[in-house]
């Protein structure tokens, strides 16, 4: 640790195990949290079932929307690998932000890039045609993922897909299949199975757009 980050741990720090629910979904709260070692599972309950929306780890914070909106927890906070977590009251959160613009303008860059991928995420799942849906989320990941031998490595597993797509495994499987029969990806096999490589993006665009085409024109 830096001595910075020491001396801010000795103020605000404490140590979450694995499995810590650091708040629910609904709790009323006024903490916001910064992860200084760990991970951190934001997750939501739909009908029942839980579903990760996103894992945060070193340098992302949480909670800061309850301090904001006054708010309830907007989400559950489920540590997921032991965490050390800065706990932030919300004088000192207000102090933070009017004495360094600095954080402010971070924390209004994350706030704003969170948003977008809310909106990206809500015009992925009014596309109603399944195989569209998946392709489309691939081809999003695309622009953020790494170039490897072979094409475009993008890190995501058939469980992470599926909530991201609001679909169930079973059915992202089988468009992934059809992917790789089509040759338009492969499994990446260093990564146990939790990623994907893209052979050529524009060949995948070319097969969305081929999909459209389907679905607007029917089969002829
Ligand atoms: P809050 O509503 O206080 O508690 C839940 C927290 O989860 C919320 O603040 C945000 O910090 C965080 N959160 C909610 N939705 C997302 C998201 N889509 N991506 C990242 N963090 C989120």
Same mark, same amino acid.
């Given at each position: 640790?830096?001595?910075?980050?020491?001396?801010?741990?000795?103020?605000?720090?404490?140590?979450?195990?694995?499995?810590?629910?650091?708040?629910?979904?609904?709790?009323?709260?006024?903490?916001?949290?910064?992860?200084?070692?760990?991970?951190?599972?934001?997750?939501?309950?739909?009908?029942?079932?839980?579903?990760?929306?996103?894992?945060?780890?070193?340098?992302?914070?949480?909670?800061?929307?309850?301090?904001?909106?006054?708010?309830?927890?907007?989400?559950?906070?489920?540590?997921?690998?032991?965490?050390?977590?800065?706990?932030?009251?919300?004088?000192?959160?207000?102090?933070?932000?009017?004495?360094? /613009?600095?954080?402010?303008?971070?924390?209004?860059? &994350? =706030?704003? @890039?969170?948003? +977008? !991928?809310?909106?990206?995420?809500?015009?992925?799942?009014?596309?109603?045609?399944?195989?569209?849906?998946?392709?489309?989320?691939?081809?999003?990941?695309? /622009?953020?993922?790494?170039?490897?031998?072979?094409? &475009? =490595?993008? @890190?995501?597993? +058939? !469980?992470?897909?599926?909530?991201?797509?609001?679909?169930?495994?079973?059915?992202?499987?089988?468009?992934?299949?059809?992917?790789?029969?089509?040759?338009?990806?492969?499994?990446?096999?260093?990564?146990?199975?939790?990623?994907?490589?893209?052979?050529?993006?524009?060949?995948?665009?070319?097969?969305?757009?081929?999909?459209?085409?389907?679905?607007?024109?029917?089969?002829?």
């Amino acid at each position: 640790m830096s001595s910075d980050n020491e001396r801010l741990f000795e103020r605000f720090g404490r140590e979450f195990p694995a499995g810590t629910v650091v708040f629910r979904e609904g709790d009323v709260g006024n903490e916001m949290y910064v992860i200084q070692a760990g991970k951190v599972n934001i997750t939501k309950k739909s009908r029942d079932v839980e579903t990760v929306l996103v894992t945060l780890g070193l340098g992302a914070f949480f909670g800061e929307m309850a301090i904001i909106n006054q708010k309830p927890r907007s989400a559950s906070a489920v540590v997921l690998e032991d965490a050390r977590l800065l706990v932030i009251g919300p004088k000192t959160f207000e102090a933070m932000i009017r004495g360094n /613009s600095e954080i402010a303008v971070r924390m209004i860059k &994350i =706030l704003a @890039q969170r948003l +977008q !991928e809310a909106d990206e995420q809500i015009e992925n799942l009014l596309i109603k045609d399944h195989n569209s849906r998946v392709v489309h989320y691939l081809t999003h990941m695309a /622009s953020r993922g790494k170039a490897v031998a072979g094409g &475009i =490595l993008v @890190q995501v597993t +058939q !469980e992470d897909l599926a909530v991201k797509v609001g679909l169930k495994v079973h059915e992202v499987k089988e468009v992934l299949d059809k992917l790789l029969r089509a040759r338009l990806i492969r499994v990446d096999e260093g990564g146990g199975g939790g990623a994907l490589i893209i052979h050529e993006v524009n060949r995948l665009r070319e097969f969305l757009e081929f999909l459209e085409m389907k679905e607007k024109f029917g089969d002829i």
